[in-house]
């Protein structure tokens, strides 16, 4: 993916974060999300290692080493944040406190489980905080590319890779479509222009069910 | 330099505290991402020698930053941690078999470091319940219909800890978000030394400022601070 | 008075607080001998004639003191503490079976209050295993050869703690040993309301000093003061 | 006992804190203990209400209502002092950080078994923090009248009170002897005038050793 589908899907993803929400962001695509906010909307970001109120990115040259978020990128912090242990950041994590949480998959099955930790054989990076944020987050947003880099589906029926955590997924935001999981399967909602209803089928492993007036992204 | 007193002879050099680490001790390490990890006590294990490690650190950090050099350079016999993506040869010696790796969900890590510092023969977590990987080998405990995990405490021979302040009894505070895991891992350790930006006269911190108590503090080095370059920079 | 903006819609009056506290409920309230519980919140539970409460305390603190009253005037059917000797009248009621007692050794109580607030299924302790009384009906886990008392988590319809000051957010800071069981007892209520002596503008609360982060808080409340008079007094 | 009788028994509990420890009082005569020990010892007072670091009490009208000990009663603190919560408190205590705590007791047995905290049928006040401090502590000084009220012997065989913790007191101070609790029994160490060993024995409900040398306290 080039930069531009990249930020095609953080700016949708955006959308999906209202006003006074509390939202954990995991790294990757995730952490380019407050670039679509307007300036108005406030979101109060959460990081597991012990930061509410995750403000913009520093000017170069601005940077505090000791002031990162978890992947370890320079932050600021708004009027009203605070500092604590990532005990504490993990308590309001699994007490159920953080509104929405956009995470990376590798894939997604159609009733919402996620696999976004390991490739057998391949890669082990670990779970890190994601099977909490999974599991625990009133709202789980997967951002990813529709498909991996050979070119296969990443929603599908059955996760073949080991799972994060079992139906955590609420919506998936992908650079072909946007993707809500109902107690009745997936639910084509939006497809992002330059694809149609067509492509996004033929690259799903898994059974559309088709939302009555589906949006066009340009 | 500094005036302060060694009342409490808690003030150690670096040297004296790399003797107490040795080949094949349990070393928990703070910080998260490198950051808040002590810099200059990492180094000085790695210059003396120090292997077979069991390190407990909330991740492997970056190869040049942080934990990251002593694993690059094998000194991990075992790893427990909740992830090395950040650091490549992690994965590499997980994969040739040359460091053993445990995996813990971070929450549930830092819980366990938690219980080790408190004094608990356990918590119990419905993270992970049933998982192929995670939950392997790990009893589980059902209450009222709910399955839980059950996880065990954490302790290490040696804590390391950052800290921006310490005072001579070693009640210390942090900077930030290099906080992170740091006053868990100074409750934990049956020995914590901490690495401090510097070292302040008693009663120079306020008791209501003070994060880790003192009485957890079993020794105090003076950093030479951090000599790594961040993945920003 | 303030002039602080309730931009997050926190801040209520003690009778909007007192509105959600209904007979039958479960409280959990933060303080130690009465020192550090919410005056003005507990004047305004009794006034409403709150009945059936079940109350889970460090302690019932003194008749007169803290949730002393509410114990006095037979308002708890039943009381999870660590102590009620300073209370004669908790004594008296457990003795006519007019209230319910459950007794959690203090250590033990709060960590299954921070259980509660951490949303943990259980912990581990080696506290009282085998005891008559405080081991009665609770299960053991045997591992590595050491027996452990299964202690459950503690949570509550609705927590009130007290602190120094509150930004709008809910953030908090707590006074000296006023700190107490407060920040735990943050933690656990499915709503908190924190009664508090001073609300500040949001951005005037140093976040490193910060000891409750306002996520944890639903609600805040500017308190009246103390007016009952201290044992030492 | 008249105040005369506690503030002995707290001056010579006083003699068992020596530079450096940390140590948590109980309610009642240990709490006299602090104004026992001469101005240059420097002993650390924890209190499990979350303070390190207690100092004198406070003058007439200078209390702080916000600032007391686990009993409720204004405190100072000293430099190098920190307020924590509770639950830190007693991770103290369990860890086993704790050099020596002083405690009340209602009967205390001859292998050191701890009864200080109900009489069934009479008074439940509860276990408090005792049960921790007296299992988890390094050192274990029970303070307390060498009879009840009624005359009858404290020290026994076998507690016929609810216990508190098992084989925890090492060292017990009465009104009338200083008695070691060691793996061999009990070991009278020290006898309190105007009391002699045959008072001692006669009031004593189980096997007293006699040290080699007995002192006697004026």
Same mark, same amino acid.
């Given at each position: 993916?080039?930069?531009?589908?990249?930020?095609?899907?953080?700016?949708?993803?955006?959308?999906?974060?209202?006003?006074?929400?509390?939202?954990?962001?995991?790294?990757?695509?995730?952490?380019?999300?407050?670039?679509?906010?307007?300036?108005?909307?406030?979101?109060?970001?959460?990081?597991?290692?012990?930061?509410?109120?995750?403000?913009?990115?520093?000017?170069?040259?601005?940077?505090?080493?000791?002031?990162?978020?978890?992947?370890?990128?320079?932050?600021?912090?708004?009027?009203?944040?605070?500092?604590?242990?990532?005990?504490?950041?993990?308590?309001?994590?699994?007490?159920?406190?953080?509104?929405?949480?956009?995470?990376?998959?590798?894939?997604?099955?159609?009733?919402?489980?996620?696999?976004?930790?390991?490739?057998?054989?391949?890669?082990?990076?670990?779970?890190?905080?994601?099977?909490?944020?999974?599991?625990?987050?009133?709202? /789980?947003?997967?951002?990813?590319?529709?498909?991996?880099?050979?070119?296969?589906?990443?929603?599908?029926?059955?996760?073949?890779?080991?799972?994060?955590?079992?139906?955590?997924?609420?919506?998936?935001?992908?650079?072909?479509?946007?993707?809500?999981?109902?107690?009745?399967?997936?639910?084509?909602?939006?497809?992002?222009?330059?694809?149609? /209803?067509?492509?996004?089928?033929?690259?799903?492993?898994?059974?559309?069910?088709?939302?009555?007036?589906?949006?066009?992204?340009? | 330099?500094?005036?302060?007193?060694?009342?409490?002879?808690?003030?150690?050099?670096?040297?004296?505290?790399?003797?107490?680490?040795?080949?094949?001790?349990? @070393?928990?390490?703070?910080?998260?991402?490198?950051?808040?990890?002590?810099?200059?006590?990492?180094?000085?294990?790695?210059?003396?020698?120090?292997?077979?490690?069991?390190?407990?650190?909330?991740?492997?950090?970056?190869?040049?930053?942080?934990?990251?050099?002593?694993?690059?350079?094998?000194?991990?016999?075992?790893?427990?941690?909740?992830?090395?993506?950040?650091?490549?040869?992690?994965?590499?010696?997980?994969?040739?078999?040359?460091?053993?790796?445990?995996?813990?969900?971070?929450?549930?890590?830092?819980?366990?470091?938690?219980?080790?510092?408190?004094? @608990?023969?356990?918590? @119990?977590?419905?993270?992970?319940?049933?998982?192929?990987?995670?939950?392997?080998?790990?009893?589980?405990?059902?209450?009222?219909?709910?399955?839980?995990?059950?996880?065990?405490?954490?302790?290490?021979?040696?804590?390391?800890?950052?800290?921006?302040?310490?005072?001579?009894?070693?009640?210390?505070?942090?900077?930030?978000?290099?906080?992170?895991?740091?006053?868990?891992?100074?409750?934990?350790?049956?020995?914590?030394?901490?690495?401090?930006?510097?070292?302040?006269?008693?009663?120079?911190?306020?008791?209501?400022?003070?994060?880790?108590?003192?009485?957890?503090?079993?020794?105090?080095?003076?950093?030479?601070?951090?000599?790594?370059?961040?993945?920003?920079?």
């Amino acid at each position: 993916m080039d930069m531009g589908v990249r930020e095609r899907i953080a700016k949708r993803a955006a959308q999906e974060l209202i006003d006074g929400m509390v939202v954990n962001l995991g790294i990757g695509i995730p952490s380019l999300i407050p670039n679509f906010l307007p300036e108005e909307r406030r979101i109060i970001f959460q990081a597991e290692n012990g930061i509410l109120g995750i403000g913009k990115s520093p000017k170069k040259g601005e940077e505090d080493a000791h002031l990162c978020n978890a992947g370890g990128y320079p932050i600021t912090v708004v009027e009203g944040a605070s500092y604590f242990d990532s005990a504490t950041a993990f308590a309001m994590i699994r007490k159920g406190l953080i509104d929405v949480t956009v995470l990376g998959g590798l894939q997604v099955s159609e009733r919402g489980d996620l696999a976004n930790w390991m490739v057998p054989g391949k890669r082990v990076p670990g779970v890190g905080g994601a099977m909490e944020l999974a599991q625990k987050t009133k709202k /789980v947003i997967v951002v990813m590319s529709h498909v991996n880099k050979d070119g296969e589906p990443k929603i599908v029926q059955q996760c073949s890779l080991p799972l994060t955590a079992w139906r955590c997924v609420d919506l998936i935001i992908t650079d072909m479509a946007v993707i809500e999981v109902t107690d009745e399967g997936l639910l084509l909602k939006e497809v992002m222009a330059p694809y149609d /209803v067509e492509d996004v089928i033929s690259c799903t492993a898994a059974r559309l069910k088709m939302a009555s007036a589906i949006k066009r992204i340009e | 330099m500094t005036m302060v007193s060694n009342e409490y002879g808690k003030i150690i050099t670096i040297e004296q505290a790399v003797e107490m680490i040795d080949d094949g001790c349990s @070393l928990m390490v703070g910080g998260f991402g490198g950051i808040g990890s002590p810099p200059s006590l990492l180094q000085a294990i790695i210059d003396k020698g120090v292997q077979q490690i069991t390190l407990i650190c909330n991740d492997t950090a970056f190869p040049h930053i942080g934990v990251g050099p002593l694993v690059a350079q094998g000194r991990i016999k075992k790893a427990v941690v909740s992830h090395i993506g950040s650091n490549p040869i992690a994965g590499q010696l997980l994969h040739e078999g040359k460091m053993e790796v445990e995996f813990s969900p971070q929450g549930i890590l830092i819980e366990r470091i938690r219980a080790g510092g408190a004094g @608990l023969g356990g918590i @119990l977590v419905d993270i992970g319940v049933g998982h192929e990987w995670l939950a392997k080998g790990k009893p589980t405990v059902d209450i009222d219909g709910n399955r839980y995990l059950l996880e065990r405490p954490l302790t290490a021979d040696i804590s390391l800890v950052y800290a921006k302040k310490a005072d001579p009894f070693g009640n210390l505070i942090y900077d930030k978000s290099a906080r992170n895991t740091n006053p868990l891992v100074a409750m934990a350790g049956r020995i914590t030394i901490a690495e401090v930006e510097e070292i302040v006269p008693l009663g120079e911190l306020d008791p209501e400022e003070i994060v880790t108590p003192g009485i957890f503090v079993t020794y105090i080095v003076q950093s030479n601070g951090v000599d790594w370059k961040w993945i920003w920079e």
